[in-house]
């Protein structure tokens, strides 16, 4: 048996419904396993984010050294 709605859950679920008459036929950039680009997206992500972590340890190894004089 359905529960009824709260005012809360059908204003929400009428934000959705104009928000999706809005958009009808725009491309929304969405990307999933099917797409070719997907994986590369992904992987781009991870690339940057070692990065990231490699550049902020190099630092961090400079910064020490810096502090013990060397």
Request: charged fraction near 35%; hydrophobic fraction near 35%; avoid cysteine.
């Amino acid at each position: 048996m359905k529960r009824t709605q709260t005012a809360e859950e059908r204003e929400r679920e009428a934000k959705k419904l104009r928000l999706l008459e809005e958009l009808e036929d725009t491309w929304l950039p969405y990307l999933t396993p099917k797409d070719d680009e997907f994986y590369q997206q992904v992987l781009m992500k991870k690339v940057r984010r070692i990065l990231t972590s490699k550049a902020e340890t190099l630092i961090l190894g400079m910064l020490v050294l810096r502090s013990h004089g060397t």
